[in-house]
């Protein structure tokens, strides 16, 4: 979609839906544009978010293969913070084979040892639990892709990333030197081969291209536990605050704002934030986002 | 023995090794020292560098101690490397009229000069036993080139399955998709030596085409070590009556001596080739109490062979001790963790290369010159090939000589290995006057050894820019180089890692 159409699609669509319910009289429910949800059992939120954002039947079609992409980057245990919550990838695989789905892949381009994140995430044991096919990056399968960015254009990107049917986004929220904060935008450093890097001059920009030439259907950041200081590896408790909290949307720039926000960040302070809005991917003002809260 | 007991035997002996090849391979996949401790020259070699008795290579007395009995057993039946040679000669000689020849006879004396040298050689402080030493070679060769290689070739073989479209991509997908879950590495590995290594395995594998067994008649120190101990066993081979001199026994023979005519107890393998290959039945075997002189073969060796063995060990042995490092007070390479004072590490590390084995990253690295002639081989930490994980000990696990002395996972973290420096004129944090923070980002220490602070300073384009300027505390860091492994420079790492500050003793006194 090109930026032009998408102001017009984004402007024709919030016409119509602030005229529609005055036509009709009464309002309906809208959908939220993203979910927060909290409780104490990280599958059970998880669960009750995508109920939330209208059921995984919404972004999961009968015999789609579905893409889980959690952050798996660095050899570390859950409770440091540094890897995705595999309950949390627990509750959307078993939502997606709930849906339809006709298979669920989790992958990711670990920074460290792929063999040692897998498993001492927990991700790579949960996986095998339920079935899943898990995989590690393919040097033979990287395809050059075309982000048609102002900074990132043309990089070697995993075909697996590109063939499946729905890519369901699933970072951890954390601290990160160079990028500020990592969530969603950042985490589709994962899908990227090659040098990746070189990508850390403009990286506010070139994250924002990233996140904005490739489609995320559905974000959904694992903020359970959060790592305050010395991301994105980390490895002290001491720097992990536990928020017990999930958040969906289909937006990526926003899912990052109200992830963002949750940190206790000014959105708009965040250069690849920044960089997103002046792309036209969102708004970045977590007040301006209607936002469903619940507690599971 | 009648051949058809005779047959019995050679087939338990080939069970035998196929068996011991296995548990060989399956105790090296599983990072397991236990093979090493059954190997006299290792342990020998490893009393006289150090003085000292490591406990678990008494186990090497026990087939030293069988030896006394059974002969060379242990070359014929047990040692994974001379399957291997048994496995080529054996192709060379199946089924072809032309068989291969043994080695000379002089040639079968070169092995204990080799050995001499070796002893001597250590006891001048240069344990080199590892180079030759069948176990450390096999166990170097297979982590250094064949894993790697069977790596890469299985990816040749198979990478069309990494396809999606075309009828090659839907037969090999399935092979592809099964050897990458279950056999490949998720990253290919590389290792320096790879060549090297790899082409003296398959010059002494091939030498078998050509001589039979040459490797463990000529020049094999642990067959030598048996050989000297064989020629005192219990055991040996004969010819009873009913033999019609024909030599047959001898056509198949590792060295070509056979029970009838010029049979050596310190050569013989106990391979019951040729009692198979005694067309009347006639080979036996002879008991006579060990020790007695009545039987025992000449070593054939001579003062002279004796006496020159030690003084080219002498002389060989004080060579690298008056190198350079003599003289040199800094030294450019790191080793792994949990490495001993240097020049403990040069006697005790035998090169086999297993910790380059467990290594999950490829850091750990055979070097070449770089640690002194003497230290080919020994592993290094290179982290332009790859890094230390932090949460990972198990190289310090792995090393049968305790040259890398074990660690718990507490202790690794903390231990010392090098200290990063930056190079200034490369980084881009101060070179170019640009945002970089690779190194900052990776590194992982809880504390950050590697910070950025903003500073003001002329960019690339000649204007004052802030940037987040790197910097190093190094106090903090442990030299795990996961910093160098990914700074996105091309040419060369603008962060290094060097043997600045390492916690061991870096001394060759």
């Not at chain 1, 960015?149 to 070697?156: M, R, V």
């Amino acid at each position: 979609m090109k930026r032009r159409d998408f102001f017009k699609t984004t402007l024709a669509a919030s016409t119509a839906l602030s005229i529609a319910p005055m036509l009709r009289g009464n309002t309906p429910a809208p959908a939220p544009a993203a979910v927060i949800g909290g409780g104490n059992d990280p599958h059970a939120v998880t669960l009750a978010v995508i109920a939330a954002m209208g059921g995984m039947k919404k972004f999961v079609s009968k015999g789609d293969v579905v893409m889980l992409k959690p952050n798996i980057g660095w050899n570390r245990r859950v409770e440091q913070a540094a890897c995705t919550n595999p309950e949390v990838l627990r509750a959307l695989a078993e939502s997606a084979l709930n849906a339809g789905a006709k298979k669920v892949i989790v992958m990711d381009r670990p920074c460290h040892k792929p063999e040692d994140t897998y498993l001492r995430s927990g991700i790579g044991p949960m996986a095998r639990e339920l079935g899943l096919e898990l995989r590690h990056t393919d040097d033979n399968r990287l395809v050059l892709h075309d982000f048609k960015g102002k900074y990132l254009e043309k990089w070697p990107v995993y075909r697996d990333f590109l063939e499946v049917d729905k890519f369901i986004n699933v970072p951890i929220l954390k601290h990160h030197g160079s990028a500020e904060l990592t969530i969603a935008m950042k985490n589709l450093y994962g899908i990227l081969g090659g040098r990746r890097g070189k990508l850390h001059r403009n990286m506010g920009g070139n994250i924002a291209d990233l996140a904005n030439g490739f489609t995320s259907h559905l974000v959904v950041v694992d903020a359970w536990r959060i790592l305050l200081r010395n991301g994105p590896v980390g490895g002290r408790l001491s720097d992990v605050a536990v928020k017990k909290t999930v958040i969906a949307s289909t937006n990526i720039l926003e899912a990052d704002v109200l992830a963002a926000d949750l940190f206790g960040r000014v959105p708009a302070e965040i250069p690849f934030i920044s960089a997103g809005k002046e792309l036209g991917m969102g708004r970045i003002d977590p007040a301006a986002i209607p936002v469903k809260r619940l507690t599971a | 023995m009648t051949r058809a007991n005779a047959r019995v035997l050679r087939f338990c002996r080939v069970v035998s090794q196929i068996l011991f090849l296995a548990l060989f391979i399956i105790l090296l996949v599983s990072a397991s020292r236990m093979f090493f401790y059954f190997d006299p020259l290792l342990g020998l070699l490893n009393f006289l560098a150090t003085g000292e008795v490591m406990t678990l290579f008494l186990l090497s007395l026990i087939p030293l101690g069988l030896t006394l009995v059974f002969g060379r057993f242990f070359c014929g039946w047990v040692c994974p490397l001379g399957t291997l040679h048994q496995f080529f000669t054996w192709l060379g000689i199946r089924g072809k009229k032309k068989k291969i020849e043994p080695v000379p006879r002089k040639a079968l004396r070169v092995k204990y000069v080799v050995l001499i040298v070796l002893v001597v050689m250590t006891l001048m402080g240069t344990h080199l036993g590892g180079w030759l030493d069948p176990l450390s070679l096999l166990t170097r060769s297979t982590a250094v080139s064949l894993a790697p290689a069977g790596n890469h070739g299985l990816n040749q073989a198979l990478k069309a399955g990494a396809e999606d479209e075309g009828v090659a991509a839907k037969v090999v997908k399935p092979a592809y998709n099964l050897a990458r879950r279950h056999i490949m590495t998720a990253e290919q590995r590389g290792f320096a030596q790879s060549v090297m290594v790899g082409l003296i395995l398959i010059l002494i594998l091939g030498l078998n085409l050509w001589r039979r067994r040459f490797y463990c008649n000529t020049i094999c120190p642990l067959g030598a070590l048996y050989g000297l101990v064989a020629r005192f066993s219990f055991m040996r081979l004969k010819t009873r009556e009913g033999c019609k001199a024909c030599n047959l026994c001898a056509s198949h023979c590792t060295y070509a001596g056979g029970p009838f005519d010029d049979y050596r107890k310190a050569d013989c393998l106990v391979c019951f080739n040729c009692a198979v290959d005694c067309p009347h039945d006639s080979v036996a075997l002879d008991f006579t109490p060990p020790f007695s002189t009545a039987k025992r073969t000449p070593l054939d060796l001579g003062r002279r062979r004796v006496l020159g063995g030690v003084a080219a060990g002498l002389l060989a042995g004080a060579l690298p001790a008056v190198g350079p490092r003599a003289r040199q007070k800094t030294h450019g390479f790191i080793r792994p963790p949990g490495a001993v004072k240097e020049k403990d590490f040069l006697e005790k590390c035998v090169r086999c290369g297993q910790c380059m084995q467990v290594c999950p990253t490829n850091v750990i690295q055979p070097a070449a010159l770089e640690t002194g002639i003497d230290g080919l081989w020994t592993p290094v930490m290179r982290p332009d090939l790859g890094y230390c994980e932090y949460e990972c000990n198990r190289c310090t696990l792995a090393c049968p000589t305790l040259a890398l002395e074990p660690l718990e996972m507490d202790e690794k973290k903390e231990f010392k290995i090098g200290t990063a420096v930056i190079d200034r004129n490369r980084c881009y944090t101060y070179a170019d006057g640009y945002n970089c923070a690779v190194c900052e980002e990776h590194c992982p220490v809880p504390d950050k050894a590697i910070r950025f602070r903003e500073v003001e300073l002329w960019n690339f384009e000649g204007r004052l820019v802030k940037v987040k300027q790197i910097y190093v505390v190094p106090d903090l860091c442990v030299g795990c180089g996961i910093c160098q492994n990914v700074c996105p420079r091309s040419d060369a790492p603008a962060i290094l890692v060097t043997a600045e500050e390492e916690q061991r003793e870096f001394s060759y006194y």
